[in-house]
């Protein structure tokens, strides 16, 4: 963007001009200018190199995600067993691990063709020169000011790093989720389901606490939304499934998403 600013200055320059000139500055003229296609040029040349160096944060931040998930998975699925301690130890010994190098390559997002890194490396500078475009034309149609219309670049410009680091955001929550539900399937005969639950927040959307405390085979993902917060809570077997016969308590059905939304203010 600060690489542009003078881009967007002597756009301006050109429109004062014009205006100055009683020139209706309309949003064919504006189409026609030279420095006007200049300028998209140049703001999807700039972002595909940025886009770059985030395709690159984001495969970082994914491999992060993965390997964290599958050092969490064995102590979360531990803690999610009954609690007598040597019989939890005993049934953990037979914990199937896994490559993280491989869980990531079986995600695939992060693969050079995936339509992940396609979007952030050849999408993401021609979408953001069209929504700049779209601003500038749709600020000298409503009559704005030459500054009020740089303004609204700078806005466009914007809407990249926010794509981005949503983008990013998104993919890391993904991957560790994926990457832990990996394990689980690996040992379904230790946790053979999952938990919905979500972050039970103001900003929690409604769709995220209807799922919340339903259970699902570790067959099925949790496909949440872009920016979700929602997590996978292992469900093991009681030592009854496993053939144990050890005292156990019941296990503690945790309260619904529903229900807890419909004890608020």
């Given at each position: 963007?600060?690489r542009?600013?003078g881009?967007?200055d ?5 429109l004062e ?13 504006l ?9 998209q ?17 984001i ?7 993965v390997?964290?998930?599958q050092s ?11 609690g ?35 979007m ?5 500078g021609?979408?953001?020169a ?13 009559g704005?000011s ?9 806005e466009?410009?914007g809407?990249?790093l926010?794509?981005?680091?949503r983008?990013?955001?998104t993919?890391?929550?993904y ?10 399937l ?8 999952w938990?919905?639950?979500?972050a ?10 209807a799922?919340?405390?339903?259970t699902?085979p ?9 920016n ?21 308590l019941?296990?503690v ?6 229900g807890?939304?419909?004890?608020q203010?």
């Amino acid at each position: 963007y600060q690489r542009l600013e003078g881009q967007i200055d002597a756009l301006n320059g050109d429109l004062e001009a014009m205006q100055a000139r009683g020139e209706d500055v309309t949003t064919w003229k504006l189409g026609k200018l030279e420095r006007f296609r200049s300028l998209q040029e140049q703001v999807e040349a700039e972002l595909n190199r940025y886009g770059a160096v985030a395709a690159d944060g984001i495969e970082e931040g994914v491999r992060e995600a993965v390997a964290a998930a599958q050092s969490h998975a064995k102590a979360i699925a531990q803690a999610a067993l009954p609690g007598v301690g040597p019989v939890d130890a005993q049934i953990m010994q037979r914990w199937q691990a896994l490559n993280p190098v491989a869980v990531e390559t079986m995600l695939g997002f992060t693969a050079a063709d995936s339509p992940l890194m396609q979007m952030m490396t050849k999408q993401l500078g021609p979408t953001v020169a069209k929504t700049v475009g779209d601003k500038l034309v749709a600020g000298i149609a409503l009559g704005y000011s030459p500054r009020k219309t740089a303004r609204l670049f700078r806005e466009g410009m914007g809407e990249g790093l926010t794509w981005a680091l949503r983008t990013a955001r998104t993919s890391q929550l993904y991957a560790y989720r994926e990457a832990s539900r990996a394990s689980y399937l690996a040992n379904q005969e230790i946790v053979p389901r999952w938990t919905w639950r979500s972050a039970r927040q103001q900003r929690t959307c409604m769709a995220c606490l209807a799922q919340d405390g339903k259970t699902f085979p570790v067959s099925e993902r949790l496909n949440d939304h872009h920016n979700g917060r929602c997590a996978m809570v292992p469900v093991t077997v009681t030592y009854k499934e496993l053939g144990r016969n050890v005292p156990e308590l019941p296990p503690v059905l945790p309260e619904s998403g529903e229900g807890w939304f419909r004890q608020q203010p």
